[in-house]
């Protein structure tokens, strides 16, 4: 009987996990349903939790955790340095007011007092908030760019151009996927 009441309820939690880890609910949450095998037949099954608010120090969670934070698309641009298809994110038209702030720590990182259409397919901004952007030099592919990554977890962004309109001309092309929006 017990099982019967896992299995019924197992569809609930995975709708709930999709409709948080795509950004739709509010809250600081993250839930993941997680299935392990203990053994042939007998399959166990549990609920992981992971607060982003309770966390303190980002820089030294373990691949596992950012796994249970992010989805596997958020995974690959903030922790493994992917880029999204460009016109695919979902911030890229995006006019609404608000601040961006990073998918795996929240950290404030863009105003959209500074987004502009660049063209590009992603979205771009001509400046950052405060020192919450940390900027590297990065040399892969045989090209010589400026990485951009959020300062408090170290996830990877996009890269930023001097391309783009004063007072900067600076076009911070960001990845949607690395990026939660808040509506002020």
């Not at 990554?149 to 996927?177: A, W």
């Amino acid at each position: 009987m017990k099982n019967i009441a896992i299995l019924i309820c197992i569809p609930f939690f995975i709708q709930c996990s999709q409709t948080i880890a795509s950004g739709s609910s509010d809250k600081k949450e993250v839930v993941t349903n997680s299935i392990s095998k203990a053994g042939k037949n007998n399959e166990s099954h549990h609920l992981t939790l992971v607060q982003k608010d309770s966390i303190k120090d980002f820089t030294n969670l373990s691949e596992a955790t950012w796994r249970k934070i992010l989805t596997e698309e958020e995974f690959q641009i903030l922790r493994k340095k992917g880029t999204e298809r460009a016109f695919t994110g979902k911030f890229n038209d995006n006019k609404k007011e608000g601040i961006y702030v990073c998918k795996g720590c929240d950290t404030k990182l863009f105003s959209s007092n500074t987004k502009f259409d660049s063209g590009t397919g992603w979205p771009s901004f001509y400046d950052k908030i405060e020192s919450n952007v940390e900027e590297k030099q990065d040399n892969s592919y045989g090209m010589q760019r400026i990485e951009v990554v959020c300062n408090t977890c170290k996830g990877h962004l996009g890269h930023v151009f001097n391309d783009g309109p004063k007072p900067t001309e600076l076009r911070y092309c960001i990845n949607s996927l690395s990026l939660d929006f808040k509506e002020q």
